[in-house]
């Protein structure tokens, strides 16, 4: 299972991808693995604000539908509108092209409460 150390992660298989002001969210590797074929995403809408651990759209996969969430709190600035077209991106490469959104992280500090690579692979691996 592939777990980027550069990324921190949700409890709830989501990881973020630091850059300035704002994180990159998409599913985990193990998440996606989890899932299976994954045939549609449901992706949030840029100019949505959303809570840490709130509804940021849903993943339907051959096996079942997931809901993803917001791993901290912020507004929604970009969706990875070729997931609509696409979303088997996102078992190809779940950390790259498979990412859904971008947030503008209200709190900063907020990061701090995520995952390092370290305790997510303690808690997929349990």
Same mark, same amino acid.
């Given at each position: 299972?592939?777990?980027?150390?550069?990324?921190?992660?949700? %409890?709830?298989?989501?990881?973020?991808?630091?850059?300035?002001?704002?994180?990159?969210?998409?599913?985990?590797?193990?998440?996606?693995?989890?899932?299976?074929?994954?045939?549609?995403?449901?992706?949030?809408?840029?100019? %949505?604000?959303?809570?840490?651990?709130?509804?940021?759209?849903?993943?339907?996969?051959?096996?079942?539908?997931?809901?993803?969430?917001?791993?901290?709190?912020?507004?929604?600035?970009?969706?990875?509108?070729?997931?609509?077209?696409?979303?088997?991106?996102?078992?190809?490469?779940?950390?790259?092209?498979?990412?859904?959104?971008?947030?503008?992280?209200?709190?900063?500090?907020?990061?701090?409460?995520?995952?390092?690579?370290?305790?997510?692979?303690?808690?997929?691996?349990?």
């Amino acid at each position: 299972m592939n777990v980027p150390d550069e990324l921190r992660y949700s %409890t709830d298989h989501e990881w973020a991808r630091p850059n300035g002001d704002r994180i990159t969210v998409g599913i985990t590797d193990y998440a996606q693995d989890a899932l299976g074929d994954v045939v549609f995403v449901d992706l949030p809408s840029p100019g %949505t604000t959303v809570e840490a651990g709130g509804l940021l759209g849903e993943v339907e996969s051959t096996k079942s539908v997931s809901e993803i969430y917001a791993p901290v709190a912020g507004e929604v600035v970009a969706a990875n509108s070729a997931l609509s077209d696409a979303p088997e991106k996102l078992n190809a490469d779940p950390y790259g092209e498979g990412w859904i959104c971008e947030i503008v992280v209200a709190d900063p500090s907020s990061l701090d409460a995520l995952l390092d690579s370290g305790a997510y692979r303690q808690l997929t691996d349990g």
